[in-house]
């Protein structure tokens, strides 16, 4: 079993839908989460940082832990065709980083 | 412009040639990191560095080097290149390892053949 799982997609929402991606992870030592965006021929860029469980919310984006069902979820209110990229959970408990799978996006206009 | 820098950007080489990738940052980051991205894998963890002459393994370490003998810069070393190597590699810093927010450089593809 891979410590994050990631549903890879793709998937495609037209523009204004409200986005779901998630990931669930399996060391319940893990404290600090993450999502990284990573555009065509880039490298991934941080996006949403989340400190054990809550939410976390940054304009059209929130970002959710669960760790009592080891969850965590990033939501994207009113998306936008320039949010088409491939979205990366991750996690650390420490110096190592524990990245997911990525989930491709595409909004079409 | 705070960044991080890698070369080459792209690499065609031949099984057992040896080869070297440079990865600098000028942040003063303290924590530097390797990885490869492979499709279905997401981004692997190759090696870490929490400082100067500080190194660790990753999740996937075999066949592959590190150094960090100066803070600013940690090269990824191929001693004997094989094709299952054939990935996209990224660096990354941070100023507090991987709690911190990872800067990544722009990749490098490398193709072995």
């Known amino acids: 079993q891979k410590e994050v799982e990631q549903d890879p997609g793709p998937l495609s929402v037209p523009e204004g839908a409200i986005v779901s991606l998630n990931c669930t992870y399996s060391n319940s030592a893990f404290q600090y989460f993450m999502w990284y965006r990573q555009y065509s021929r880039k490298g991934p860029e941080l996006l949403m940082y989340t400190y054990s469980s809550g939410n976390k919310e940054d304009g059209r984006f929130t970002a959710q832990v669960d760790k009592s069902s080891k969850y965590i979820s990033l939501f994207i209110r009113d998306s936008q065709p320039s949010d088409s990229a491939t979205y990366l959970c991750a996690t650390t408990g420490g110096f190592k980083t524990i990245f997911g799978a990525g989930t491709r996006l595409f909004v079409k206009a | 412009e705070a960044q991080v820098t890698q070369n080459p950007r792209y690499l065609i080489t031949v099984t057992g040639k040896k080869l070297t990738v440079t990865c600098s940052q000028n942040?003063?980051?303290?924590?530097m990191s390797w990885y490869r991205q492979d499709p279905g894998l997401g981004l692997r963890q190759i090696y870490y560095?929490?400082?100067?002459?500080?190194?660790d393994k990753g999740d996937v370490p075999e066949g592959y080097k590190v150094s960090r003998k100066e803070k600013r810069n940690f090269p990824l070393i191929l001693e004997s290149p094989s094709p299952n190597q054939t990935s996209l590699y990224f660096c990354?810093?941070?100023?507090?390892?991987?709690?911190?927010?990872?800067?990544f450089g722009p990749g490098t593809r490398l193709l072995v053949l």
């Open positions: 560095s929490m400082n100067v002459e500080v190194t």
């Open positions: 990354a810093s941070s100023s507090r390892g991987g709690q911190g927010t990872q800067y």
């Open positions: 942040m003063n980051h303290e924590y």
